[in-house]
């Protein structure tokens, strides 16, 4: 009897042992195809119940990401966003996010990204909902190329429904992956913990337009709630105002131009893309199209200037539209290097919370937080956002000067000087004209 007990326990033993081989094999084979994509989504509780949800989703983690900082925690970066706010501080504030771990074979990057875009509000900038400030901006960080088309695909395919529903802009940020941090343990799971606790997301109601199985990272770009074939309506544009984007199937140059301008487009102006080339139903064109992609801006239902054809040169398109959007005297600034009379910048004393941005492309260039009163008559910063101008030397008129540009458009914004305040002793003195302020 004794002896079968044994044998019995032994038998059982080893069972649990091939069982938990088993599991730890399936798990290795798992996390060995997965794939990871780090999102913000306003505070990351919510979030990660909602991701968490995604069958085929693997694991989710609350952490922080997108900030110049690599040891952040929860009270440093609320700390550090009310110093921001106060004026009192530069550097980018970490947002709060979560690191998406999904199957690919499982569930798609583009089924995580249309769920990531409906499951939250993308238009409100440095909010969510009740939640305020640039910790609980909208973004997503991405990893490979893959990541990044799939990011302003599916933003670009959103952005469509949300212009239909009625909602303003997307706003979020969309960036390479930078100094992520895992979040403290007691946010993990957060949700789960505490099932009354405070979610944060409400999400816009307007559901991402195409079914999941359409929804590839392979081919983002046929995932569009519109049919580029048919003829667009004029009622259903801007009549004041509209650039529209004749484009073709099987266009190289087409599909140039949306990853270079289209996919990123933060400009004032209305703009529509089109496979057809008549104008818009009720609209005149001057003259028949005759290459792709052209890019036509209308004015009260009639066209007043085209830009036929695209390889890559990006300033160029932008000179273009800035001699139809801007003043004589912003050309002046913008293309001949002028600079405006001091004390003379409509912004020169403002200083609200929010945002000087690019006036062509909308790509915002400084925050408020850094501008400081150099008593030089022009508007003056101490520090510009990450990657948003260029520095070049500028020789004219018998001077040694770093001239400063835009980095998306590539307009003449002004210079920088090393007579600023700590701790980089920059200032970055800007033709104000040439600035469009944003406020929060």
């Not at 305020?132 to 990044?148: L, V």
């Not at 590539?410 to 003195?429: M, Q, S, T």
């Amino acid at each position: 009897m004794k002896t079968n007990i044994v044998i019995t326990g032994l038998i059982m033993i080893l069972t649990i042992f091939v069982m938990e081989i088993a599991m730890v094999s399936s798990q290795q084979d798992t996390s060995s195809n997965a794939d990871y994509i780090v999102l913000g989504m306003g505070c990351f509780w919510g979030a990660e119940k909602r991701m968490g949800e995604i069958p085929g989703v693997i694991d989710v983690e609350s952490g922080y990401s997108g900030g110049d900082f690599s040891d952040a925690g929860y009270q440093k970066i609320l700390d550090h966003e009310k110093v921001l706010r106060a004026g009192k501080a530069v550097g980018r504030n970490h947002a709060e996010v979560i690191r998406v771990t999904f199957d690919p074979q499982k569930v798609t990057l583009g089924t995580v990204l249309a769920r990531f875009w409906e499951n939250h509000n993308p238009t409100q900038g440095d909010r969510q909902g009740n939640d305020i400030g640039s910790n609980y901006r909208s973004a997503i960080y991405y990893h490979d190329e893959i990541q990044k088309t799939a990011a302003f695909a599916t933003q670009k395919n959103y952005q469509v429904a949300l212009d239909i529903a009625g909602y303003g802009r997307i706003t979020t940020e969309i960036l390479p992956l930078k100094n992520y941090i895992t979040a403290e343990e007691y946010h993990q799971d957060y949700l789960k913990k505490n099932p009354k606790g405070y979610c944060g997301l409400g999400g816009t109601g307007v559901k991402y337009p195409v079914p999941d199985h359409e929804v590839t990272q392979n081919d983002m770009r046929v995932a569009t709630v519109v049919d580029f074939l048919k003829p667009l309506d004029g009622k259903d544009l801007n009549f004041a105002q509209q650039l529209v984007i004749f484009e073709a199937e099987n266009c190289e140059f087409c599909k140039q131009f949306d990853e270079d301008i289209l996919n990123h487009w933060q400009a004032g102006v209305s703009v529509v893309a089109t496979m057809n080339a008549n104008p818009p139903a009720g609209w005149e064109l001057e003259k028949p199209l005759f290459a792709a992609p052209t890019i036509v801006l209308f004015r009260d239902g009639k066209e007043v200037a085209r830009y036929t054809g695209y390889n890559g040169e990006e300033a160029n398109f932008w000179k273009w539209l800035g001699f139809q959007l801007l003043s004589p005297e912003q050309q002046r600034i913008a293309f001949q290097q002028g600079t405006e009379p001091p004390f003379t910048a409509p912004n020169l004393d403002e200083k609200r919370p929010g945002k000087f941005v690019d006036p062509l492309t909308g790509a915002t260039l400084f925050l408020s937080t850094t501008k400081f009163d150099s008593k030089t008559g022009w508007p003056s910063f101490s520090d510009p956002i990450e990657g948003s101008v260029t520095l070049h030397e500028d020789n004219s008129y018998g001077m040694r000067r770093i001239e400063v540009r835009s980095a998306s458009s590539g307009i003449h914004l002004g210079h920088v000087f090393n007579d600023g305040p700590a701790p980089n002793y920059k200032r970055y003195c800007i033709n104000g004209n040439i600035l469009k302020f944003v406020p929060d």
